[in-house]
C-alpha cells in the first residue's frame, strides 16, 4: 500500500470520525436537553405545589398531611433527592435518598424534638448531614408559616438531579472517545511517516536503477552495434562513433554515482552558465529519441540569462527528471517537448520551462506531484520530482513548481534559480 494511499485513509478515518463524534454528541445533547426541560417542568410543579399547599394549610398537621400525599404522587419520578427539614434542620419528609426508606407515617413530635449532635439511628444521621451539605451547597428553598406572620418554618433541600450526574459523565466519556481518537490518529500519522521514510530508501534504490538503466541499456545496445560493425569491418568511423556513444553512457554512470553520493550532504555551488548543462541532457534525450515508443521532437529557446549558482551534477538530473516526466507523459503519435531558458528581472532569477504535449494531470493530483511515493506511472516510485525538488530548493535555493496543467493538452513544469 501507497503512502498516498494510506495518506487518504488517516484522512477519511479524521473526517468520519469528527462527523460521527459531533453526531453523536449532537443526539446526546439533544437528548438530555429533552430531560433537562422535563425536569425543569417537573421541579417548577413539585415547588409551586408546596408552596401553594403551605399558603392554604391553616394546621400544622394538615399541612404535613398534604405535603405527605403530594409527596407520594411525585415520588416515582422525582428526579434528584429531597429532604425537608424544620427551621433548625431536623429532617420531617424526605424523598429519593439512596438507602433510605421513606416513612410513611412520621411521628412529628420525636422528629421536633429530636438532638440534632444525638440522632435516634444511622440513617437519620445520613439524612442530617446530607441536609447540611445541601443547604452549604445553595441546593435549598425556603418554605414559610402559612397563617400569621411571615417567619421561616423549614426547609426543601435537594441534591445533585440524574441529568446533571450523566451530563458529568458524558462530559468524561466523550473526553475519552476524543483522546482515543486524538491518540489513533497520532500512530497513524507517525505510521505514515514511518513509511515515507521507508518508502523512499526503498525509491531511492529503484531510482537508482532507474537512473543506471538508460545507460546500462543504451551500452548493450552499443555493444552490439560494435560487435556488429566490427565483423563486418565497416568504416572506422562507425566503431569510432560507437565506442564514443559508449563512452558518454559510462561518463553518465560515473555521474550517477556521483549524485547519490551528494544527495544528504552539502554540494559544492559554483558561478556558472546553466545553458550548456541544459543542451548537454537535451542532446543526450535526442540521440536516443528514435528508439522511443512513439515520434517525439524536443524544441529548445534560449535566452541570454546570467550565470547562477549551481552544481552542474544535480542540476543536470533535475533536467533530465523533468525531461524524462514529459517523455513518459506523452501519450500521442506526435510527442512535443519545448524547453526554454529566460531571464526574469521581476524576480531576478534564471528559469527553466518544460512544457509537453501530453496527457497532463489532473487537477486532484496537482498538488501531490512533490510528495513522496505519489507517481502517474505504472511501475513508478514517485521520487523524481521530490529529489528534485529538494536538489532546487533546499541546494540551490530556488523553485520547482507546477505552472500548468490540462486535461488531455499537457503541463509545464519551470525550475527557477536565483541570478
Known amino acids: 500500500m501507497s503512502s498516498e494511499r494510506i495518506r487518504l485513509i488517516i484522512r477519511a478515518y479524521f473526517l468520519v470520525g469528527s462527523i460521527l463524534l459531533l453526531l453523536l454528541a449532537v443526539l446526546y445533547i439533544r437528548s438530555l436537553s429533552e430531560e433537562a426541560r422535563e425536569e425543569s417542568n417537573f421541579s417548577a410543579h413539585s415547588i409551586s405545589g408546596m408552596v401553594a399547599l403551605a399558603l392554604q394549610a391553616e394546621e400544622d398537621e394538615l399541612f404535613y398531611d398534604r405535603l405527605r400525599s403530594l409527596l407520594d404522587e411525585v415520588a416515582e419520578e422525582a428526579p434528584f433527592p429531597l429532604i425537608i427539614t424544620d427551621v433548625k434542620g431536623r429532617p420531617l419528609f424526605w424523598e429519593g435518598v439512596p438507602g433510605i426508606p421513606v416513612e410513611k407515617k412520621p411521628d412529628f413530635e420525636n422528629l421536633r424534638g429530636m438532638d440534632l449532635n444525638n440522632p435516634p439511628s444511622e440513617e437519620m444521621a445520613t439524612l442530617i448531614t446530607l441536609a447540611r451539605e445541601f443547604r452549604h451547597e445553595g441546593q435549598a428553598l425556603v418554605y414559610f408559616s402559612p397563617v400569621g406572620k411571615r417567619r421561616v418554618q423549614g426547609y426543601v433541600c435537594y441534591g445533585e438531579s440524574n441529568l446533571a450526574e450523566r451530563l458529568r459523565r458524558g462530559i468524561v466519556v466523550q473526553l475519552l472517545i476524543f483522546l482515543l481518537f486524538l491518540v489513533t490518529g497520532t500512530l497513524g500519522f507517525f505510521l505514515v511517516k514511518r513509511f515515507e521514510q521507508e518508502s523512499v530508501w526503498v525509491g531511492l534504490a529503484k531510482e537508482t536503477a532507474h537512473q543506471m538503466g538508460t545507460p546500462l541499456t543504451s551500452l548493450l545496445g552499443w555493444i552490439h552495434l560494435g560487435q556488429a560493425r566490427v565483423s563486418e569491418m565497416e568504416s572506422a568511423g562507425g566503431v569510432e562513433e560507437t565506442f564514443r556513444e559508449m563512452g558518454h553512457d ?60 549551481l552544481n552542474a551534477e544535480l542540476l543536470e538530473w533535475v533536467v533530465e527528471n523533468l525531461i524524462k516526466n514529459a517523455l513518459d507523459a506523452i501519450d500521442k503519435e506526435e510527442g512535443r517537448i519545448q524547453i526554454s531558458l529566460s531571464y526574469q528581472g521581476s524576480s531576478k532569477s534564471v528559469d527553466l520551462h518544460v512544457r509537453d504535449n501530453g496527457r497532463g494531470i489532473a487537477s486532484a493530483s496537482r498538488r501531490k506531484v512533490f510528495r513522496p511515493g505519489f507517481t502517474s506511472r505504472s511501475g513508478g516510485w514517485g521520487l523524481g520530482l521530490t ?7 533546499e541546494y540551490h535555493g530556488g523553485e520547482l513548481f507546477l505552472l500548468d496543467s490540462h486535461d488531455g493538452h499537457g503541463s509545464c513544469f519551470v525550475m527557477r534559480l536565483p541570478a
Open 250 to 309: 559510462v561518463e553518465r554512470l560515473q555521474k550517477v554515482s556521483d549524485r547519490f553520493n551528494s544527495i544528504g550532504g552539502s554540494p559544492n555551488l559554483k558561478r556558472d552558465e546553466m545553458r550548456p548543462i541544459v543542451e548537454k541532457t537535451v542532446e543526450y534525450f535526442r540521440t536516443r529519441l528514435p528508439h522511443y515508443r512513439t515520434q517525439v521532437v524536443i524544441e529548445e529557446s534560449y535566452d541570454e540569462v546570467p550565470m547562477v549558482s
Open 387 to 393: 529529489l528534485s525538488r529538494r536538489i532546487v530548493e
